[in-house]
């Protein structure tokens, strides 16, 4: 037994207590464990030889697809236009429903945070948890197939992703502004147009530029059920599995959603 | 009023007119309104509307709007149920593995961390990931997986990879640096670089996207069901496509419900971890 054992272990310094650590791993434990869990209830009903034969498929159809028809380019410059005017009017739509709920949600605003904020709040979690497609969906079969069903599909669900950030940044205006509209006489409207208005018009803009960049994204596949634009094009073509001309669609819809996110990225940095 | 009203001409053209907030030239600002407009118009213009078919179809309408206020759940509940366990087990497993494999081509899409060529290499996965929508992926992916549930995971977690990796290369480029600096100084290698200095400082982060984008995927996963992918978009693709709007309600309600949840939970988690 030599002296340096005999004295007091030496304290290492550690970054976690040992409960901490145990509890991390703990922690980990779970969530591996629901993977697995989760994993093993997904696939209960896969056919494994489709998915190891995927590779094989993907060769194929790449191969279909590969020299592009870019002759039938000249029979998408219509649909393509459609599907903008489903992403602006859409937006449009979107906007002029989304502001008045973004006031009625935002506590300094809202003319009751009782009735009338939970309510607004409703109205923007419901339209923000359904997406556009499934609008789409339920649209086209009420209204019928056409632009129309896109327009207020596209506008449905914008409400809500204008409305919540439009509110949170109502809410973080400077309220020294509105005391001192407020001390000279203003009314209600005069408070909103004069010291509310300017503070949140930068932010305004950007996300409405914003949206409208990801509802091109989304008017994009529309189509797919009767809801004009593009997508129907596109639903033409795999359904009689004509993947050349899926492929051009494809390319001119990944020019249009990088044109519209360099559009939307210009414009933002240039409002705030 | 009374005020305005007593003001001759000239001062009232010398008063204090607000501002214009954005664009400070008239020209351009009357340029952009009328291009605007001119769009307007231009745009109305080709959206056809069918009143017949409308006025047809408010009957239906109607009944979507009873079919949610009086849902159904009993006739469809298994059908629901199933959906549901797809789309929710759908949702976990894409989430998990995209975050593992998108922690990887974050730090390699991040300036500061990675040389040259890997970063333009994780970028243009990023790009490809980001650029297409989910559904399309889907289409792809149902043709060479075959329609369930599998395509659909496939589908979520290469979605996920662009969401993620981009966000945490971005957030890995905004680190202090001054501490990427002291944990060089003491000698450390590139691992350990990554493990002491831009791990401590991005994980509160990471784990707040990460339960963001599990939410994202719950709510793709309700979609892409309508083009084969499984989950209980396929359920609300068949209750819809059969008229029956009172189990179309129950499915968007539960779907409303479990949204919800996992955003109240999500910003409640959130809050503590950062």
């Not at chain 1, 914003?210 to 008017?219: A, C, K, L, T």
């Not at chain 2, 309700?222 to 029956?244: C, F, H, K, S």
């Amino acid at each position: 037994m030599s002296a340096v054992d005999a004295s007091p272990p030496r304290k290492v310094w550690q970054y976690r207590t040992p409960r901490a650590r145990l509890a991390l791993w703990a922690g980990w434990l779970a969530l591996v464990a629901l993977f697995v869990f989760c994993w093993q209830v997904m696939t209960k009903d896969t056919i494994w030889f489709f998915v190891l034969d995927a590779p094989a498929q993907a060769a194929d159809i790449g191969s279909r697809m590969m020299p592009p028809r870019w002759s039938y380019l000249n029979q998408l410059w219509v649909p393509l236009w459609d599907t903008i005017n489903i992403a602006t009017l859409g937006t449009l739509l979107g906007i002029i429903i989304a502001v008045p709920v973004a006031f009625l949600a935002a506590r300094n605003t809202t003319p009751s945070t009782t009735l009338v904020r939970p309510l607004a709040l409703l109205i923007i979690v419901a339209s923000r948890s359904i997406n556009s497609l499934i609008w789409a969906l339920l649209l086209v079969s009420i209204i019928g197939p056409g632009l129309l069903a896109g327009i207020i599909a596209i506008g449905l669900r914008s409400i809500g992703f204008i409305a919540k950030l439009l509110y949170e940044a109502i809410e973080e205006i400077d309220e020294g502004q509105v005391d001192a509209v407020k001390a000279t006489g203003a009314s209600g409207a005069q408070i909103i147009d004069q010291a509310i208005v300017p503070q949140i018009l930068p932010a305004f803009f950007g996300i409405s530029v914003f949206r409208w960049d990801i509802n091109i994204r989304e008017s994009t596949i529309l189509g797919l059920v009767g809801a004009g634009g593009i997508g129907l094009q596109l639903q033409a073509s795999l359904n009689v599995l004509a993947w050349p001309q899926v492929t051009v669609i494809f390319i001119v819809i990944l020019a249009t959603v990088v044109l519209s996110e360099w559009v939307s990225a210009k414009v933002r940095a240039a409002v705030t | 009023m009374s005020a305005a009203a007593t003001l001759s001409a000239r001062e009232r053209a010398r008063a204090w007119r607000r501002p214009p907030v954005l664009i400070q030239s008239a020209a351009w600002r009357y340029t952009i309104y009328i291009g605007f407009l001119a769009y307007l118009v231009l745009a109305s213009a080709s959206v056809e509307v069918n009143i017949p078919r409308i006025m047809e179809g408010l009957d239906r309408g109607w009944r979507f709007i009873e079919g949610f206020l009086v849902p159904d759940f009993s006739s469809r509940w298994t059908d629901i149920r199933n959906g549901l366990i797809e789309s929710l087990t759908m949702t976990v497993t894409s989430t998990v593995v995209g975050i593992i494999i998108s922690v990887p081509i974050g730090i390699g899409a991040a300036r500061n961390v990675a040389p040259p060529a890997i970063y333009l290499t994780c970028r243009a996965i990023i790009a490809v990931s980001r650029s297409f929508q989910e559904v399309i992926i889907a289409i792809l992916f149902v043709a060479m997986f075959g329609f369930g549930p599998f395509a659909g995971f496939v589908t979520l977690s290469f979605a996920t990879i662009g969401f993620l990796s981009k966000l945490l290369a971005e957030d890995i480029e905004d680190i202090d640096a001054r501490q990427v600096e002291a944990v060089r100084a003491t000698g450390a290698g590139w691992w350990q670089v990554i493990n002491y200095a831009v791990q401590p400082q991005v994980m509160p982060r990471l784990i707040g996207l990460s339960l963001y984008r599990l939410d994202i995927n719950f709510r793709e996963s309700a979609v892409i069901g309508i083009v084969g992918a499984g989950g209980i978009g396929a359920t609300l693709n068949t209750a819809i496509d059969r008229y029956e709007y009172d189990s179309a309600g129950a499915i968007l309600i539960v779907i409303i419900l479990i949204v919800m949840v996992s955003e109240y939970a999500s910003s409640i988690i959130r809050k503590r971890v950062q």
